[in-house]
């Protein structure tokens, strides 16, 4: 069975562009959350949506959206990049939305702002 | 607010070694901790799953406990390998909160 998958694996911008990352979490998943971790920190927690509803919003700027597709997939959008948004952008599933279920994480996709 | 310490930050042993890595939080007030570990560049692995109710949790050579009353919570792993080496994460969560990461334990596991 095919895991967390993130796409693209990395990426390039520069200072003002706007990116966006995507996710398709394990077959059957319906909540998805988005964290950033920069390098050599714990991963920060950013979104989570569940049957296409935020469910969670962590302390990140107006500058950072999300949104769930009907198929569970998501999309994480930054615009007006920043030199500190470098950092992996990572994508976990769980089976719903209670945080009594264990979350797995994808690869990650990591972005550089130049 | 919930913080997550995790001690030591970085950890080298020889192969064949018993060793334990430490998890600390402020508020018990918890769901559940996961344990992950982490290589170089990429994302995190699930290694435990420990709920709120539960003690403990055992995976191989791995045994993770867990003292909600104390804020604590270990990661034994029994008979490292070089192939153990990677970072380890300890992430809890609070009730009405997401998960919130300690900043991990870089282990390098020496042949």
């Known amino acids: 069975d095919a895991g967390v998958t993130q796409s693209p694996t990395h990426l390039i911008k520069t200072r003002g562009q706007q990116v966006t990352l995507r996710c398709s979490p394990i077959s059957g998943h319906k909540s998805v959350s988005w964290y950033q971790q920069v390098l050599g920190q714990g991963p920060q927690f950013i979104f989570q949506?569940?049957?296409?509803?935020?469910?969670g919003r962590g302390n990140f700027p107006d500058r950072f959206s999300a949104r769930q597709f009907p198929n569970y997939s998501s999309e994480l959008n930054v615009n007006a990049l920043l030199l500190g948004d470098s950092a992996l952008y990572l994508c976990?599933?769980?089976?719903?939305?209670?945080?009594?279920?264990?979350?797995?994480f994808g690869p990650g996709t990591r972005l550089t702002v130049l | 607010k919930q913080e997550v310490t995790q001690i030591p930050a970085a950890l080298s042993v020889p192969e064949g070694e018993n060793l334990v890595l430490n998890c600390s939080f402020t508020?018990?007030?918890?769901?559940?901790l996961q344990w992950f570990r982490q290589d170089p560049g990429k994302g995190l692995t699930s290694l435990l799953l420990?709920?709120?109710?539960?003690r403990e949790q055992t995976s191989g050579r791995l045994n993770a406990s867990l003292d909600k009353s104390s804020g604590r919570s270990t990661l034994y792993i029994a008979a490292s390998q070089p192939g153990d080496s990677a970072t380890y994460l300890c992430?809890?969560?609070?009730?009405?909160?997401?998960?919130?990461f300690g900043p991990g334990t870089r282990l390098s596991v020496l042949p």
């Open positions: 420990i709920q709120s109710s539960q």
């Open positions: 949506y569940y049957e296409k509803e935020e469910r």
């Open positions: 508020d018990s007030a918890i769901y559940n």
């Open positions: 992430a809890v969560r609070p009730e009405g909160q997401n998960f919130v």
């Open positions: 976990a599933s769980s089976l719903e939305g209670v945080p009594y279920y264990e979350q797995f």
